[in-house]
């Protein structure tokens, strides 16, 4: 029996738990891509990726923002330490 504890994926259609380890969760995560920015820009007013949070009033230039000014791994990487390892620590 594996020893990883499930999360539930917020992106996926049908969220089901998935049991996986932080690597296979960023390959995961990997194709929602368009949804982690949908999602930032909807509940973070300003950008929590980057050493200080900046502040971008249009949602079009958010999202380029999140796209163009940030890596793939590190939006992947902030998609999991915000919205799957508190859900996988917080499990029994
Ligand atoms: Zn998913
Ligand atoms: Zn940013």
Not at 9 to 24: E, G, M, S, W, Y
Not at 50 to 62: H, Q
Not at 63 to 86: C, D, P, R, V
Request: with cysteine; hydrophobic share 40%.
């Amino acid at each position: 029996m594996s020893m990883h504890h499930g999360a539930f994926c917020v992106f996926c259609d049908n969220p089901r738990t998935i049991h996986a380890d932080k690597r296979q969760w960023l390959i995961h995560l990997a194709g929602h891509r368009e949804k982690i920015i949908a999602h930032i820009v909807d509940n973070y007013e300003k950008c929590p990726l980057g050493a200080y949070p900046r502040l971008i009033p249009s949602k079009t230039e958010y999202a380029g923002h999140l796209k163009w000014s940030h890596t793939k791994k590190e939006l992947f990487l902030w998609a999991y330490q915000n919205l799957i390892e508190g859900q996988i620590s917080v499990l029994p």
